[in-house]
């Protein structure tokens, strides 16, 4: 029996199994539902068919985990025994019970078969699950040795045909080293001649190159006293433009500080002079504002100084403010 084979009888038993619980689980619901509704308050009729809908879900509960564990190879304990009897004992008490009740023994044993079915069906269906389970492990080890056979003798047969390779490069190898021990033996011949001839050559480019470059020594020796010579030119030369550089910025400074000395002499003699007596004109005035700015005097101050109002003097500031490098032009062209 081949895999496929085992699967068809399993789906064929859950089938079955699956088949008579469901016919088993509606008989038992249809059967006991009246009994429950006879022995049930009026308000809670409507409770009638969760007791057997409950027996029958631990069924489910139990066939279901049943197939799965034998499947498994593996055994609930004694918890699940207890629970597939117990259930498969309280649906048969359920389902005999109103014709018990009732003396009816044909009834009894009519509502009986599906119970027992049922039961019997459970502990049959898990039978023969563990049978297949064993059957399938049995299959699968015996499947297991077979390739485990298989494989060894491909082994065997592979460690044959390796060591027959093995020898045969060995051989392949050895004809080679002969080959390449002759071949080394006329490359080193013919080296050690190409070497003798190399070396008699490098003398004589040794003797040229040698005197080729005593003679560019001799060149570099003769440009490098002419490089020096002319260095020492540009030295004496750039010392002595950098002297005059000096003395020409000693000079421009000396004559900075001279205008910038006239143009504070003559700030402060703006300054100095007092209010005007009348409006000066608008160069002097403008040369006295500019003074006054530079000096940091309010406007009111600088139009005392000037005669002219406050408002052009106003003016006179902002437009200093806005143009320093004018203003400072200004009073240069005052001191000269």
């Not at 009834?107 to 069906?121: E, M, N, Q, Y």
């Not at 023969?128 to 297991?144: F, G, N, P, S, W």
């Not at 020492?232 to 002297?243: F, I, V, Y």
């Not at 400074?253 to 504070?264: L, M, S, T, V």
């Amino acid at each position: 029996m081949n895999g496929v084979q085992v699967r068809s009888a399993e789906r064929a038993l859950s089938a079955g199994t699956w088949l008579i619980v469901g016919g088993a689980m509606l008989f038992s619901i249809l059967t006991v539902t009246p009994l429950m509704a006879s022995h049930t308050p009026g308000g809670w009729v409507w409770t009638a068919p969760i007791l057997p809908l409950v027996v029958d879900a631990a069924v489910v509960i139990v066939v279901r985990l049943d197939s799965v564990l034998a499947r498994l190879g593996g055994h609930g304990g004694r918890w699940p025994i207890a629970l597939r009897w117990m259930t498969g004992a309280m649906t048969l008490a359920l389902n005999i019970a109103d014709s018990a009740l009732k003396k009816d023994l044909v009834g009894v044993a009519v509502h009986a078969v599906a119970p027992l079915l049922l039961i019997v069906t459970a502990e049959t269906g898990l039978a023969y699950r563990r049978a297949i389970t064993r059957a399938v492990t049995a299959l699968e080890d015996k499947q297991q040795a077979e390739r485990e056979r298989r494989e060894r003798i491909a082994r065997e047969r592979q460690e044959a045909l390796r060591r027959e390779r093995a020898e045969e490069r060995e051989h392949v190898a050895a004809l080679a080293r002969e080959q390449r021990d002759h071949e080394a033996r006329l490359t080193r011949e013919q080296a050690e001649r190409e070497e003798r001839l190399q070396r008699e050559e490098r003398e004589r480019v040794d003797a040229r190159e040698r005197a080729e470059r005593e003679a560019r020594e001799h060149g570099e020796r003769e440009r490098e006293r002419q490089r020096v010579e002319r260095e020492q030119r540009e030295r004496q030369d750039a010392e002595r433009a950098e002297r005059e550089r000096r003395e020409r910025a000693e000079a421009r400074e000396r004559e900075q500080r001279e205008r910038e000395e006239r143009a504070e002499r003559e700030r402060a003699a703006l300054l100095a002079a007092g209010p005007a007596v009348e409006k000066q004109p608008e160069d002097r005035a403008r040369q006295t504002v500019s003074a006054a700015f530079q000096a940091g005097l309010p406007v009111r101050s600088a139009a005392e100084l000037c005669g002219w109002s406050t408002g052009w003097v106003t003016n006179r500031y902002q437009e200093l403010r806005n143009h320093q490098p004018a203003a400072s032009r200004v009073l240069e062209g005052v001191s000269s």
